[in-house]
């Protein structure tokens, strides 16, 4: 897998910037210099009990690459204020299935407001202009109304459900 050749995607209102080894072990030991060294402030809850939790799992996905690949994590900023605001991206690319797995987070005080959306919407353009990528798939908590409106309104499929997820899928179609 090729190491990404940019270093953000860019929305209407969204910044999106690759996790690195390095950035994701700072913010563990309450660390943001790098952050700030990149002009990046924290968003009011930002990193909330979700992101903290996911942070070993995106260090697990880098080091199995040399460098971000963009099917790994990314932080969401707004353009505006350049406040990290949350969190989506890939747990790295299934080769034999040509397929990758989808996850998003916003903190609290920022949703409802689009962001999930268009930076979804972003990073799935994205995502998909990389040919050998076939499906996306994703999941959520079956009675997690936000997310499933979400990938509904992406038009991801709902593939089957079980007593506590539901599953899904979103074909490349090109």
Request: hydrophobic fraction near 40%.
């Amino acid at each position: 897998m090729q190491p990404l050749q940019i270093d953000r995607l860019l929305t209407e209102r969204l910044i999106l910037i690759p996790f690195t080894i390095q950035i994701c072990k700072n913010i563990m030991n309450d660390d943001f210099g790098d952050l700030s060294i990149m002009g990046l402030t924290k968003g009011k809850s930002w990193p909330d009990a979700d992101v903290i939790e996911t942070l070993p799992k995106i260090i697990n996905n880098l080091s199995q690459v040399e460098s971000p690949t963009g099917f790994e994590s990314w932080m969401i900023i707004k353009n505006d204020t350049l406040e990290i605001i949350g969190d989506l991206g890939f747990k790295g690319f299934n080769h034999d299935e040509e397929n990758i797995d989808i996850g998003y987070g916003i903190i609290k005080e920022e949703r409802k407001n689009g962001y999930a959306e268009e930076a979804s919407k972003g990073l799935i353009k994205w995502a998909f202009s990389n040919k050998f990528v076939k499906e996306i798939t994703a999941r959520c908590l079956i009675d997690n109304i936000s997310s499933i409106n979400l990938l509904k309104k992406l038009n991801f499929i709902e593939m089957k459900n079980d007593n506590e997820m539901m599953y899904w899928t979103l074909q490349n179609k090109e």
